[in-house]
């Protein structure tokens, strides 16, 4: 036994020295084969400043200043920068089936999306290789802290998105199973922490955008205003699932204080979605979202897309839908008042247009629809006098007290178009009476979708509205009633 030991052991001292012989060519070995890999599977040149490899007590490989530059450009900043790769492997792992490498760290990790144009193939390509089979490794944890995602654009004049990744930390990367992953990072706009988890793959290597994600996403503390023209602070969490170019999005979002530029009255607002994300593009398809803030519900649909690739932002397309709204609650969220001045139900139907870009949102905003008012009143009382006394003298009765807290119905069409609102078949009744006008109203003169309300008001009291233009006003005959919600719609 005492000879077999020592037998092993000689053998041993001689494989040691053997090794650190040949150690030279080994390295480049190494070396040139972690090059090979990263240029075929990145499609990228490849760059080193420096790269080493310790064999004892395991094998640390280190690459310093890496850089790949995807399809060889310059004119661009490079596609990956890594200031340190390390990664960690046990001796006998490395002569398995499949290799494992216990730990992978990455340091100063930068990424540069290449600009797009319209039609420009996809940043990853399809490959009919089995890269499971060809490159069979298996990663048992890969990390990366304080990481940076740039998003270039396709004018060098438009400003870069940036994603700074606090931590990204997968486990069980290779190219035949889910990778489990967990990453906090900011997003871009609005400015707020997102915390995701889930598992990626395994990876399809012949149609990559079909690669599976589940998952579940808190945001939190997400200034809305870093987009122009909102302001609030918006919590979400949801789940998702599916492949890349189609992740099906569940959650909600909660904005405790939601406000448009254009009024001073915050409101607590909800919201229930359901959604479509083409992760290889970021093009979001809503098909449902259910919002509510006070006693007010609207259904909304439409989709958030990138247009125009040279312009920065994405076009908001929308239909939003609400028969069950308070006209007071629309007021708040949309007019500089105090309070309301009116209450009542309204119906509510719009297309909603934004076009991508950086601007003001409210100058932005394109809306074309109609609305409806029901059982309404108005809250100064001089107001409400006057409609009092015109339903009177409608109803052929001018001195007739007991009508009185007359409720009133309204009911038209509209089109908001670089900050105006153009009023058409606008009709307002009371019992007794009906006002048929049109006009144009400025949004930040104080009003926003339904600036009629105090549009109205302001020309019922003494002297003329500065910010519109009435015009064909006339009464008619007694009207068989007000013009309630959803009525000959």
Request: include cysteine; hydrophobic fraction near 40%.
């Amino acid at each position: 036994m005492r000879k077999w030991m020592v037998s092993i052991g000689a053998a041993l001292v001689v494989f040691l020295i053997a090794l650190y012989g040949l150690s030279p060519a080994i390295h480049t070995i190494v070396r040139m084969r972690t090059e090979r890999i990263l240029q075929m599977h990145f499609e990228s040149k490849i760059e080193f400043s420096d790269f080493s490899v310790s064999w004892f007590p395991r094998v640390h490989a280190t690459i310093t200043g890496l850089v790949m530059r995807h399809k060889g450009r310059t004119d661009i900043p490079p596609l990956i920068q890594v200031h340190e790769v390390s990664m960690y492997a046990n001796w006998l792992s490395l002569f398995e089936v499949r290799p494992r490498v216990s730990f992978v760290q990455l340091n100063g990790l930068q990424i540069h999306t290449p600009p797009r144009q319209p039609g420009d193939e996809p940043l990853i390509q399809g490959t009919n290789q089995d890269l499971a089979k060809r490159y069979p490794v298996l990663i048992e944890e890969m990390r990366a802290d304080d990481a940076i995602i740039v998003v270039l654009r396709a004018q060098s004049e438009q400003l870069p998105r940036e994603f700074l990744i606090h931590n990204l930390d997968l486990r069980n990367v290779s190219f035949d199973r889910p990778a489990a992953f967990h990453a906090t990072l900011r997003n871009a706009a609005p400015i707020g922490e997102i915390d995701s988890t889930c598992e990626f793959g395994p990876w399809l290597s012949d149609v990559p955008s079909e690669t599976r994600a589940v998952g579940q996403y808190t945001f939190k503390d997400a200034d809305l205003g870093t987009l122009k023209g909102l302001e609030g602070t918006l919590s979400s969490k949801g789940k998702f699932s599916g492949p890349l170019n189609y992740l099906k999005v569940e959650g909600t979002t909660d904005t405790p204080d939601f406000s448009l530029r254009t009024t001073d009255e915050p409101v607590a607002l909800h919201t229930d979605f359901s959604a479509v994300v083409d992760g290889t593009n970021g093009n979001t398809y809503l098909q449902s979202i259910t919002a509510r803030f006070r006693n007010t519900t609207l259904a909304v649909s439409g989709k958030v897309v990138d247009i125009d690739p040279e312009v920065r932002g994405r076009t908001i397309l929308l239909d939003a839908d609400s028969v069950n709204a308070r006209v007071e609650d629309l007021i708040r969220l949309a007019v500089k008042t105090a309070d309301p001045v009116m209450t009542g139900s309204a119906w509510l139907r719009t297309e909603i247009n934004i076009p991508e870009g950086n601007s003001d949102l409210i100058e932005r905003l394109r809306l074309k629809g109609q609305f409806g008012i029901g059982g309404a009143q108005f809250t100064n009382p001089e107001v409400q006098e006057k409609i009092d006394t015109l339903s009177r003298k409608g109803q052929g009765a001018p001195k007739d007290v007991d009508i009185n807290d007359v409720v009133s119905g309204l009911r038209g069409n509209f089109r908001v178009n670089d900050g105006i609102v153009t009023f058409s078949h606008l009709n307002f009744g009371v019992p007794g009476a009906l006002l048929n006008l049109s006009g144009t109203y400025n949004l930040d003169s104080g009003g926003v979708l339904l600036a009629a309300f105090p549009y109205l008001a302001m020309f019922l009291l003494p002297g003329s509205p500065s910010a519109a233009n009435p015009s064909a006003w006339t009464t008619e005959s007694p009207p068989s009633g007000c013009l309630h919600p959803g009525r000959n719609r």
